[in-house]
């Protein structure tokens, strides 16, 4: 069995920084990409930043120059530094990792989410 969990989330004021970490545990084998999604009430859920496992990253428009994605492979952890937040960066945060378990094909795993508020 794998989990994700994250962490780092709060209330922040608009200007202000925060770290969020993912942390994948379980039977894992390896780890391709990992990623940051973001869900805010009433939208569909949208990728944020993602980072393969061999060090290529993309990021969506609305963040770029202020998010950075990382990764710590030997923690099989993910980390997103988002500086310069906005009250429209306020969401759900969820961590989605592409894990390979031994004998099985890769799947994607999903954390449960850490709520971001950016106040204005």
């Known amino acids: 069995q794998v989990q994700l969990v994250e962490s780092g989330g709060g209330l922040v004021q608009a200007g202000g920084s925060l770290r969020l970490s993912c942390v994948a545990s379980?039977?894992?084998?390896?780890?391709?990409?990992m990623g940051w999604y973001r869900q805010a009430p009433g939208k569909q859920r949208e990728l944020v930043a993602a980072?393969?496992?061999?060090?290529?990253?993309n990021y969506a428009d609305s963040v770029k120059g202020r998010f950075t994605i990382s990764r710590d492979n030997a923690k099989n952890t993910v980390y997103l530094q988002m500086n310069s937040l906005k009250p429209e960066d306020t969401a759900v945060y969820y961590c989605?990792?592409?894990?390979?378990?031994?004998?099985?094909?890769?799947?994607?795993?999903w954390g449960q989410g850490t709520q971001v508020t950016v106040s204005s």
């Open positions: 379980g039977r894992i084998f390896s780890i391709n990409a």
């Open positions: 980072l393969t496992s061999g060090g290529r990253s």
């Open positions: 989605k990792a592409d894990i390979v378990r031994a004998g099985l094909r890769s799947a994607d795993y």
